[in-house]
């Protein structure tokens, strides 16, 4: 009876295979690990710029100086941020993520899927795609949110830089407190002069 023995190029093929094996989820894990955490980044730093418009509006209202349009459009600026300088560019960062993950799905298949399994996790993921989908919602959001900014600004735009008619009054009525108390001012040192003239 003869025993077979692996040949020394199909010992280093397998090793080579259990290597690059081995590369592949080390990849997969940290891709799969940084697409999770994109869009965890990208959803909690909307929860603060949300609760920081909420309370612009909630304490701007109470201010009587500004117009409510300024209120709006200054409540407004932090969620417009957001949506430039985060989502957008986040987001096509997790896509190209995801991209990659279906990538490292692939080669594995194309290696291993007749004979053992198969990962179409990210690559069922991109698939199956809704009629309505949260990034065509937040897009839909995002540029109607601009649009209103835009017109908030050019519609009150010289509204909101002459303010001589709202503050006139309260500054005719400080430049009568200043004059009222220059004469009662005069007054009282006449006063004093009589006394001591008196004495």
Not at 16 to 34: G, M, P, S, V
């Amino acid at each position: 009876m003869t025993t077979e023995h692996p040949s020394q190029d199909n010992l280093l093929n397998e090793q080579d295979w259990e290597r690059t094996l081995d590369l592949f989820k080390i990849e997969y894990e940290q891709a799969a690990q940084r697409y999770e955490n994109i869009y965890k980044a990208i959803w909690q730093i909307f929860q603060y710029m949300a609760l920081l418009s909420a309370g612009i509006l909630t304490f701007g209202y109470k201010a009587t100086f500004f117009p409510p349009e300024i209120i709006l459009f200054i409540s407004l600026i932090p969620l417009a941020c957001w949506f430039l300088a985060i989502y957008i560019p986040m987001n096509r960062y997790g896509k190209t993520t995801r991209e990659h993950l279906e990538e490292i799905e692939g080669k594995l298949n194309d290696q291993f899927s007749q004979k053992y399994w198969s990962i179409t996790h990210y690559t069922n993921f991109y698939k199956a795609k809704p009629w309505w989908q949260v990034s065509q919602a937040v897009n839909f959001l995002g540029f109607l949110l601009l649009a209103t900014l835009v017109f908030l600004f050019f519609n009150k735009f010289f509204q909101w830089i002459d303010f001589s008619p709202q503050l006139s009054p309260e500054k005719n009525q400080f430049e009568e407190i200043n004059k009222n108390l220059d004469i009662l001012s005069k007054d009282i040192y006449s006063l004093i002069q009589k006394v001591e003239a008196k004495q």
